[in-house]
């Protein structure tokens, strides 16, 4: 059974950064796109990035590119999130998904192609 696993969450002041990962097994993580979402309190969860399996092509929601990097190591099965400028936005639980091999679109932000998920790392900005 695939698994994810996220780590690297905590409180961090508004401002500051942060660098999220999220472990795989029991798959071949190169084949997989990997994508990155958060969760606000009562709130629908949301896209923040994504990168391709072999091409590692990156794609971001517009209200993070500039400040928040994706990024992977295949070899280490394991995917990043860099989060710098860390808004003081509360509590968000950031998630990592592995999104189904056989989606070929170039829309990386839709969760219901997304087939693997971890539990989430939760991550408090402090102003």
């Known amino acids: 059974q695939v698994q994810l696993v996220e780590s690297g969450g905590g409180l961090v002041k508004a401002g500051g950064s942060l660098r999220l990962s999220c472990v795989g097994s029991?798959?071949?993580?190169?084949?997989?796109?990997m994508g990155w979402f958060r969760q606000p309190p009562g709130k629908k969860r949301e896209f923040v990035a994504a990168i391709g399996g072999s091409t590692k092509i990156e794609t971001y929601a517009d209200s993070v590119k500039g400040r928040f990097t994706i990024s992977r190591d295949n070899a280490k099965s394991t995917v990043y999130l860099q989060i710098n400028s860390l808004r003081p936005e509360g509590t968000d639980v950031y998630y990592c998904a592995a999104r189904g091999p056989y989606c070929s679109g170039t829309d990386y932000s839709r969760e219901s192609e997304y087939i693997y998920w971890g539990q989430g790392t939760q991550v408090t900005a402090s102003s």
């Open positions: 029991r798959m071949t993580f190169s084949s997989y796109a």
